[in-house]
């Protein structure tokens, strides 16, 4: 992927402020941060979402995250950690290099991640519940 920005910084061809890194795991400061500290935490290889992740780099993504969050609360005295991924476009993705975002979060900051709504009835939220799972 010649035009993604994210394989860009993974070769070195765009700089990053890098916090963390393994042979298959970049981790850097968003430059659009939320609050500071505010870090993505990517594969090196290109996949666009999160459905196109191997399930084999799930560990290794989420052993870093943890390291993130925990490194955030030291050094930015973070309360709270929310993790996201936007997936495709109607989702919020921007760069569709698959990307998890590590914010962290302070109590009254202010930050509403989403409303929250409701069924119309249990059986409703059954119903679906079925009709997704037969999905998988």
């Known amino acids: 992927m010649e035009e993604c920005?994210?394989?860009?910084?993974?070769?070195?061809?765009?700089?990053?402020?890098?916090?963390?890194?393994?042979q298959n795991i970049l981790?850097?400061?968003?430059?659009?941060?939320?609050?500071?500290?505010?870090?993505?935490?990517?594969?090196?290889?290109?996949f666009p979402t999160l459905l196109d992740l191997p399930a084999e780099l799930g560990q290794e993504l989420?052993?870093?995250?943890?390291?993130?969050?925990?490194?955030?609360?030291?050094?930015?005295?973070a309360e709270g950690i929310n993790i996201?991924?936007?997936?495709?476009?109607?989702a919020g993705q921007i760069v569709f290099h698959a990307h998890f975002h590590v914010i962290p979060r302070y109590a009254n900051d202010g930050l509403k991640l989403w409303p929250q709504k409701s069924y119309e009835n249990n059986e409703e939220m059954l119903d679906l519940a079925q009709?997704?799972?037969?999905s998988i």
Request: proline share 6%.
């Open 27 to 46: 981790a850097f400061l968003d430059i659009a941060p939320i609050h500071k500290g505010h870090t993505l935490v990517i594969p090196k290889e290109h």
């Open 131 to 134: 009709q997704i799972s037969a």
């Open 5 to 22: 920005i994210f394989c860009k910084i993974v070769k070195g061809e765009i700089p990053c402020a890098k916090i963390y890194e393994t």
């Open 62 to 77: 989420l052993e870093t995250m943890q390291k993130v969050a925990k490194a955030l609360q030291v050094t930015v005295k």
């Open 84 to 90: 996201g991924m936007n997936n495709f476009k109607p």
